[in-house]
C-alpha cells in the first residue's frame, strides 16, 4: 500500500539496493520452480514491521523534503548525509514524525490485515 501510495517518494525503494519488487506470483512461482513449496506466508512480524512505521512517516517527509531519507539517514549516525539540514530543521522532522506515528501504526495494522504492508515472510519447505 505504501509503495503505491508513496510512488518513487517510499523510503523502502531503496535505490540502488531496492529499484523494485517482484510480484508475489513471480516470487512463488520462482520458488515452486526451484523445488520448494510455500508453507506459510505471515505479512506481520515484530522484528521488521517497525521500519513500516518509519517507512510511512519518512515517505510522508520525502513528499515535502527536497532531499530524501534526511531524518531516516541521521538516525542510522550517517552525519555526512545532507549536511545543509541542520539541528532545527531535524527537530521539526522528529515532531512530524511524532505526529505521524499514530496513522502509520493504524496503516500497518490495515495492511497487514489486507496482506499488503511492507512485510511478508516466506515459509519454504523443500519438496
Excluded at 520452480?33 to 512505521?53: I, T
Excluded at 512530524?96 to 500497518?108: D, E, Q, Y
Amino acid at each position: 500500500m505504501q509503495a503505491k501510495m508513496f510512488g518513487p517518494k517510499w523510503l523502502h525503494l531503496d535505490p540502488p539496493r531496492h529499484l523494485f519488487l517482484m510480484p508475489e506470483n513471480a516470487f512463488i512461482k520462482t520458488v515452486q520452480d526451484l523445488g520448494f513449496s510455500v508453507e506459510r506466508q505471515p505479512c506481520f512480524s515484530l522484528k521488521p514491521n517497525p521500519y513500516g512505521l518509519m517507512g510511512f512517516t519518512q515517505s510522508t517527509l520525502n513528499t515535502l523534503l527536497a532531499k530524501r531519507n534526511v531524518l531516516y539517514e541521521r538516525l542510522k549516525g550517517n552525519k555526512a548525509y545532507a549536511p545543509s539540514y541542520g539541528s532545527v530543521a531535524l527537530v521539526l522532522q522528529l515532531a512530524a514524525t511524532a505526529v505521524l506515528v499514530f496513522p502509520a501504526l493504524i496503516l500497518t495494522v490495515i495492511e497487514s490485515a489486507c496482506r499488503r504492508g511492507a512485510t511478508v515472510e516466506y515459509v519454504l519447505r523443500k519438496r
